[in-house]
């Protein structure tokens, strides 16, 4: 997995924790939208959790590896709770961002390269799936999580369903993606400071297409927690 896309994401967490509370990063998609995303949504604290986060954090047991941990947020929390965590995070900047917070075990890896385990909790917050990019990149963690998870162990993760609309006659979106493509294979490029980085590719995934191609892979899926607007909270374990 490439970093370069990330580096201003990682350049904005380390400018907000060296004390610029402006710090903010622009995602540009290819359908040409806009999102202004400020940087200090990444050093929340536990009482500025969601609902979806705390039923997340609550389920977690065992030793827990917190993928695309960022600045370390739920880490943190975790290690409150008593709970072994290992952080990782393809953002040199964001690892450095966690240590320094506190995290007692912070790596710069991806998901696709780390080879430590067995873990009971895989942790995948903030949209964390997302980071698998497409569908194929999907397939491929669900085939080679399992090196990653203990046999009774479980993976939770968060994403927002990319067909959901509150408007039965209005397009859904992503509608107009390429043919061919899932609509919620997005691409992002991130600005920091005015200087974009290379073209992100990443996942939004309906639940009953998660549970689809969880199944196929092994896992059972569960919904455990369901938003209004299309955000849902997912729990994956090992078909018996």
């Not at 947020?73 to 990782?88: D, F, N, R, W, Y």
């Not at 939770?156 to 061919?180: F, K, N, Q, R, V």
Request: glycine share 10%; aromatic share 8%.
């Amino acid at each position: 997995m490439d970093p370069a896309p990330w580096r201003p994401h990682g350049r904005a967490l380390l400018d907000f924790y060296n004390g610029d509370a402006a710090a903010r990063v622009v995602t540009h998609a290819d359908d040409a939208e806009t999102e202004v995303v400020p940087i200090r949504v990444f050093f929340r604290g536990p009482s500025e959790f969601s609902a979806l986060e705390e039923a997340a954090l609550d389920l977690c047991r065992g030793r827990v590896l917190d993928a695309g941990a960022g600045a370390g947020c739920h880490s943190l929390a975790l290690q409150e709770q008593g709970l072994p965590v290992c952080a990782i995070d393809i953002a040199p900047e964001a690892v450095e961002v966690m240590r320094r917070r506190g995290v007692k075990d912070a790596r710069c890896t991806d998901l696709f390269r780390f080879q430590e385990g067995p873990f009971e909790t895989i942790l995948l917050m903030m949209n964390g799936i997302g980071v698998v990019g497409d569908l194929a990149g999907l397939d491929r963690f669900l085939a080679e999580v399992p090196r990653l998870l203990a046999p009774d162990g479980q993976i939770l993760l968060d994403s927002y369903d990319p067909t959901w609309t509150d408007d039965p006659d209005e397009a859904p979106p992503g509608a107009g993606a390429s043919a061919g493509r899932y609509i919620g294979e997005m691409r992002f490029r991130l600005e920091y400071k005015g200087k974009k980085g290379p073209t992100l590719l990443w996942l939004f995934l309906d639940a009953k297409l998660l549970a689809e191609r969880a199944m196929k892979a092994g896992f059972s899926c569960e919904v455990i927690w369901q938003e209004e607007e299309g955000h849902y909270l997912a729990q994956l374990t090992r078909s018996r």
